[in-house]
């Protein structure tokens, strides 16, 4: 089974939310929780159903411009696994559950600033 979650918006880069926890935990602990929650609310329009297999990611990240760093732009995945898990898209995120992600970036300057994860039971 291959399903796709689309997410009309960008995360925050690695550095962004590093710089939050240095700062103040709670604002870093509120956006996780903020961010987890915009994710569910597209799962739940994408109407993804529950994986009874281990799956594969296929990530792709569709920026507007080249200004972020590649390991930044992917460091969003890990909203992206929590939020599956939070709703129960996938049992867990361990490697018995998960066992590839692939990413890909594009840049469209027009339409930019999307998230499309394909997720396939292997």
């Known amino acids: 089974m291959k399903q796709v979650l689309r997410l009309p918006f960008r995360l925050e880069s690695y550095n962004v939310y590093t710089n939050m926890n240095r700062g103040n935990?709670?604002?870093a602990n509120n956006y996780k929780k903020s961010v987890q929650r915009d994710i569910i609310a597209y799962?739940?329009?994408c109407k993804l159903q529950k994986c009874t297999k281990p799956v594969k990611l296929n990530i792709l990240w569709i920026e507007k411009t080249k200004k972020r760093d590649v390991d930044n732009v992917q460091s969003g995945?890990?909203?992206?696994?929590?939020?599956l898990v939070q709703a129960k898209i996938l049992?867990?995120?361990g490697p018995k559950y998960v066992t590839q992600i692939n990413h890909k970036i594009d840049y469209d300057s027009i339409?930019?600033?999307?998230?499309?994860?394909?997720?396939e039971e292997v």
């Not at 995945?77 to 939020?83: E, H, W």
């Not at 339409?111 to 997720?119: A, H, L, N, T, W």
């Open 91 to 93: 049992e867990n995120d």
């Open 25 to 27: 935990f709670y604002e």
């Open 111 to 119: 339409d930019g600033d999307k998230i499309i994860v394909e997720i």
């Open 77 to 83: 995945q890990k909203f992206i696994l929590d939020a």
């Open 43 to 45: 799962i739940k329009k």
